[in-house]
Structures are given as structure tokens and as C-alpha cells.
């Protein structure tokens, strides 16, 4: 028996594990491979791990399927922050916030391999959501869309939009938030229009903000078990 690890973009997770988990099921029963997928996104991407595990012909053939499923919906994988592995870690988006870029790896491009192009003209500056500049031209403007989870949606947008619009103003980008779920996971779609830099920094915030929250309700959930303890 061996294993294969793979990086999948967040956004296509559901492509793979399909309606009710029925698209991986069938991958399984196909290939007689039994996969695993993480729960939680990488640091400081919206990669997520599915490992495959089986003899080497079953793992050819799941990946095989896999690899049908990703470019089968390959425009959910647009905007995906790939994983860099010698990133340092942190839950601290203050980095950001003072001018410093956040390091993504090269494995398959610059970093961007699914970021698209979109022309779009953009009326006035700065506002709500709105593009702050208008000087940057219209043709250098990328579009990427990532999904958050619904129940961090709220610490993304913070108290009365105070945090998103902090993100807006510190990333330069166009942000807007689908007002429902965008599928039956829940899941609320966030577009961000910006030069290929304002989308990283952008990208970086909304992790960052991300990965606090995390903390802080692993913290919370550590104080419970104290307690129930005492």
C-alpha cells in the first residue's frame, strides 16, 4: 500500500467530494483507493490535502478521475492562493497591513496560475467596495473568487463592515460578498477585483483575519475543556 498527497484548491473540493460525498464514493468503488480529505485549509492558502491511499494501479486510477473533476470545473480553481511550505506561519495579518507581501511558492507559474483576466470598468473610486484608484488601467484588473466558510463570514466582515472595509482600503481591491450561499455547503462566494498585488495583499488579509479566528476559538475551546475538567 502506498499514499500520494495532493493539493486541492478549496473551491474545488466539492467538484471532488460531490453531492452527498456520492463523487468520491464512486472514485473510490472505481479505483479500490481510499482517499482522505482535510478539513482545513493550509496556512496561508486556500489549498486544501486529499491524500489518496491504495496499490499503485487503485492511486493511478483515482487520480486519474480526479484529474477529470478538476478540469471538468476548473473555473472554481480561479483565485487560489497556493501553499507555500517555507512561508512562515503566523495569525498575525499585521504584516501585511505595513507594506510587506505575503510569500508564495512557484510551483506551477508565479503564484497565480488560476488568476483570470477581466476587463471591467469600474465608476468612481474608494466608496463601499469600490476600486480606489482610478488610474490603474482597467486591462491590469484580475478578478479571482474564493468561498469562506458561512460561519466565518462574520469575523471577515467584523461590526458594522468595519473589518472588510479595512481590507478594502489596506489591499486597494474590490471586494463584494454574495448576499446567499453559492451551493449546498453553505458557503458564501467573495469576489475581489484588483491588480495581480492588491489581490495578494487582499488574499493575505482575508487569510490572516481567517487564521485568528481560528486561534481564538481553539483558545476558547481549550478554556472549556480547563473548566470541565476542574
Not at 482545513?40 to 492558502?45: G, K, N
Not at 504584516?95 to 510569500?103: D, E, F, H, N
Not at 506551477?108 to 480606489?132: I, K, M, Q, V
Request: hydrophobic share 30%; aromatic share 4%.
Amino acid at each position: 500500500t502506498s499514499s500520494v498527497r495532493l493539493l486541492i484548491s478549496h473551491n474545488l473540493m466539492g467538484t471532488i467530494i460531490g453531492r452527498q460525498g456520492l463523487k468520491i464514493k464512486y472514485i473510490q468503488d472505481a479505483s479500490s483507493a481510499r482517499m482522505v480529505a482535510s478539513k482545513e485549509m493550509l496556512p496561508q492558502s486556500t489549498e486544501r490535502v486529499v491524500e489518496v491511499q491504495g496499490s499503485i494501479d487503485a492511486i493511478r486510477i483515482a487520480i486519474y478521475e480526479i484529474g477529470k473533476c478538476l478540469v471538468d470545473d476548473w473555473e472554481r480553481g480561479v483565485g487560489t492562493v497556493l501553499y507555500n511550505p517555507s512561508a512562515p506561519i503566523t495569525g498575525n495579518s499585521s504584516g501585511a497591513a505595513s507594506g510587506s507581501r505575503p510569500k508564495y511558492t512557484s510551483r506551477t507559474g508565479n503564484g497565480s496560475d488560476f488568476t483570470r483576466t477581466r476587463t471591467e470598468a469600474f465608476g468612481g473610486g474608494g466608496g463601499s467596495g469600490g476600486y480606489p484608484n482610478n488610474n490603474v488601467n482597467n486591462a491590469n484588473l484580475r478578478t479571482q473568487e474564493i468561498s469562506i466558510p458561512a460561519d466565518m463570514v462574520g469575523c471577515i466582515i467584523g461590526k458594522a463592515g468595519s473589518k472588510i472595509s479595512e481590507i478594502r482600503r489596506l489591499s486597494g481591491s474590490r471586494i463584494s460578498i454574495a448576499k446567499t450561499p453559492h451551493d449546498e455547503t453553505g458557503e458564501r462566494l467573495f469576489t475581489i477585483v484588483g491588480t495581480m498585488e492588491s489581490n495578494e495583499k487582499a488574499l493575505y488579509l482575508l487569510y490572516g483575519q481567517l487564521e485568528l479566528e481560528k486561534e481564538r476559538r481553539l483558545n476558547m475551546a481549550g478554556d472549556q475543556v480547563e473548566e470541565d475538567e476542574e
